[in-house]
Structures are given as structure tokens and as C-alpha cells.
């Protein structure tokens, strides 16, 4: 195992789903004497395993992986909590000498671990005030009320993605400014190397109809109907996963089994071109390629960009 004596004190593996985060971040950990951070939102939901992906205790290879289970399906995500948890990991991890390796593309955690990031507080009043709108009228209505509002953020939020809409106006209502203004320049916390995954955008799109026919074989849809007994439908945050979203329809009668997969395969591909262009605005993300012809090369390109980080 590698000596981490002046590496840089956290490494960050980010990029779209099915991208090859996950075996990077792994590989990474055993040459560098570290431990992975989960910095993707739905993998820290139990019993949220097939369809988040998350690899099997064979496939982390005796590495420690942090912060996943750590929700129960019921629970609504919130990023300020998750920062609080991702920072106490890593902060414990640098206090025992371990090299932290944050992966995951959920652009926000990994931001809210690693920048200086301050989340306004909430107002139950005005959330109630908005949530019993979007019951009324719909998503479509409050993401036009956003976008006249804060351009940005409408932008960056899907306009059925109603939890997020409802945030958002939140945010603006309580604090008379744009919602991206809460969203600061990157302002660091840690010594960070952050690595991306880069993957061609057909070949991208081939995985993930790959992936999604696998997660059918591992019983996808048998997972969702358990944690649709554990209350799955009604978490307000898990219920909307690629995924499960679309099973959990299925299960209801609204569409077929084949539809619940398309629509997942359709939805995915969409998330990952949101992931990569939220994750290319950042100019301290080093894109290293993670196509086929270029996998076996990965880990050595991006161990070489480690050390080139603690020489400069």
C-alpha cells in the first residue's frame, strides 16, 4: 500500500452515473491508505441497493465506504445534514492519518462537503404555504413562478422535481435573494483533488441501459415493492429516484413493467448530462477518460495526477 505522507488531505471522484466512479474511488483507496466518503444522495437510503447501484462488500474490496444506510426511505434528503455527516468523516479520517475519497455525483453533497457552503435555514410556515400550492397546481406552475424569479435555479432544477422547486422559492421568499446566491464561488474547506470521469456521451448512454437491465435481473422491482411496505411511497425524497420512481408507477398501474424500465433508462439519461454539465462549471474537476479502451489506464492517470497535486 502506498505511503499517503503529502497527499493531498481529501480526493474527490465526481462524474455521471455509470460513469466508473465507484471501482475508481475503490482503487484509489487501497494505493493511497484511504477510506470512501458516499457523496451520492440516494445511496445513503436503506435498503435503497440495487437500483442506487451500490456495490456489494466483494465489489469494495475490504475498503471502508462511509455513509451509506444511513436513512431510512421515510426521511426527506437534506444537504445541510448530510454536510454535517460527510464532515465529521472526514475529519475523522485525516485525524487517524486515512485519506478521505469523497465519490459520487450528486453535484450539491459533494460541494456541501468540500466548500464552504452555508444553507439558509427553513421557514414551516412559508414551506407549508408552498407545498399545499404544489399539491394544487402542480410543479409545472411553481417552476414558472422560478424561473421569472431566479433564472438559474430553474435552470438547474427539473421542472417536475417539485421538493426542489418548493426549496428553492423557500430560499427566495426567506431571504429576499436569488436561490443562487446561496450558492457561492467555490470557497475550499480542504485540500482537494477533484477527479473526474469522463465518458463519451453514446458510450455513457449504452451503460446505462445496461445498467438498468441488470438492476431488473437483481430483482429491482422486488426490492421496490419491499420498501414500498417500509413506506417507500410516501418519502417525499426516496419515492422520486431514478428507478424507483418509475417501479413504484408500475407497482400503482399506471404504466407496464417495460414502460417503468424505459422511463428509467430515458430519465437516467437525462440525470447524467444534468450531472455532467453541473459538474464541468467547476474548473477544479480534472477530467481523466473512463471510456472502455481507456479503463485500464484510469487509476494509474489518476494516481499520477495525486502526486502531481502534492508537487506543485
Not at 479520517?93 to 453535484?107: F, N
Request: hydrophobic share 40%; with cysteine.
Amino acid at each position: 500500500m502506498k505511503s499517503t505522507e503529502g497527499a493531498p488531505r481529501v480526493i474527490a471522484v465526481v462524474g455521471p452515473t455509470a460513469a466508473g466512479k465507484s471501482d475508481l474511488g475503490v482503487g484509489l483507496a487501497l494505493r493511497l491508505g484511504g477510506e470512501v466518503v458516499n457523496a451520492d444522495s440516494m445511496q445513503l437510503y436503506r435498503g435503497m441497493d440495487i437500483g442506487t447501484a451500490k456495490l456489494t462488500p466483494a465489489e469494495r474490496r475490504g475498503v471502508p465506504h462511509h455513509l451509506l444506510d444511513v436513512w431510512d426511505v421515510t426521511e426527506a434528503a437534506s444537504v445541510a445534514e448530510y454536510q454535517r455527516l460527510a464532515r465529521a468523516e472526514i475529519d475523522r479520517l485525516l485525524a487517524e492519518g486515512r485519506t478521505p475519497v469523497l465519490v459520487g455525483g450528486s453535484g450539491l453533497y459533494v460541494r456541501g462537503a468540500l466548500d464552504a457552503l452555508e444553507f439558509p435555514g427553513t421557514d414551516p410556515a412559508v414551506r407549508a404555504r408552498l407545498e399545499g400550492e404544489l399539491a394544487e397546481s402542480g410543479p409545472g406552475a411553481l417552476h414558472a413562478r422560478l424561473a421569472a424569479a431566479d433564472p438559474g435555479a430553474a435552470r438547474a432544477i427539473l421542472p417536475g422535481n417539485g421538493r426542489r422547486i418548493v426549496r428553492a422559492l423557500e430560499v427566495i421568499e426567506i431571504t429576499g435573494r436569488p436561490f443562487t446566491a446561496s450558492l457561492p464561488g467555490p470557497e475550499p474547506v480542504y485540500d482537494t483533488v477533484q477527479i473526474g470521469v469522463d465518458v463519451g456521451r453514446p458510450e455513457l448512454d449504452a451503460r446505462i441501459a445496461a445498467r438498468v437491465d441488470r438492476m431488473w435481473e437483481d430483482g429491482l422491482v422486488a426490492e421496490v415493492r419491499g420498501l414500498e411496505a417500509a413506506g417507500l411511497r410516501e418519502g417525499r425524497t426516496a419515492s422520486r429516484a431514478l428507478g424507483y420512481q418509475q417501479v413504484l408507477a408500475h407497482l400503482a398501474g399506471e404504466c407496464t413493467e417495460e414502460q417503468a424500465r424505459d422511463d428509467t433508462v430515458r430519465a437516467t439519461k437525462r440525470f447524467a448530462r444534468r450531472q455532467d454539465s453541473w459538474f464541468r462549471r467547476d474548473p477544479r474537476v480534472h477530467w481523466l477518460s473512463g471510456a472502455a479502451d481507456h479503463r485500464g489506464e484510469l487509476l494509474g492517470q489518476a494516481l499520477t495526477l495525486v502526486e502531481r497535486a502534492v508537487t506543485a
